[in-house]
Nanobody, 115 residues
Framework: VQLVESGGGLVQPGGSLRLSCAASGFAFSEYIMRWYRQAPGKEREWVGVISTGGGTLYYADSVKGRFTISRDNSKNMAYLEMTSLISEDTAVYYC?????????WGQGTQVTVSS
């Protein structure tokens, strides 16, 4: 089982990034996918969630209207599109696959928003 995030990096305030989460070793389409982030010195924060079919999405208030989660079950991929980035978005971003008692985490990808 593996979840691998990619696409992080350094971006200026107001910029955009698209994070990807590649899944393997499990039935990806059966799992709800969630994104979390953890800023330095802070607890891990839930960012948003997408249903198995992609038709239901929820976001944290802090990112609503700026971030968009999507998934491609044919490719076993999940995505986090981030726009209008601000310094407070600086964090390590993690994807999470959840199905009841089964849960998997990626290793995280660093996003730094700075001029």
């Amino acid at each position: 089982v593996q979840l691998v995030e990619s696409g992080g990096g350094l971006v200026q305030p107001g910029g955009s990034l698209r994070l990807s989460c590649a899944a393997s070793g499990f039935a990806f389409s059966e799992y709800i996918m969630r994104w979390y982030r953890q800023a330095p010195g802070k607890e891990r924060e839930w960012v948003g969630v997408i249903s198995t079919g992609g038709g239901t999405l929820y976001y944290a208030d802090s990112v609503k209207g700026r971030f968009t989660i999507s998934r491609d079950n044919s490719k076993n991929m999940a995505y986090l599109e981030m726009t209008s980035l601000i310094s407070e978005d600086t964090a390590v971003y993690y994807c999470n696959a959840w199905l009841g008692r089964e849960e998997y985490w990626g290793q995280g990808t660093q996003v730094t928003v700075s001029s």
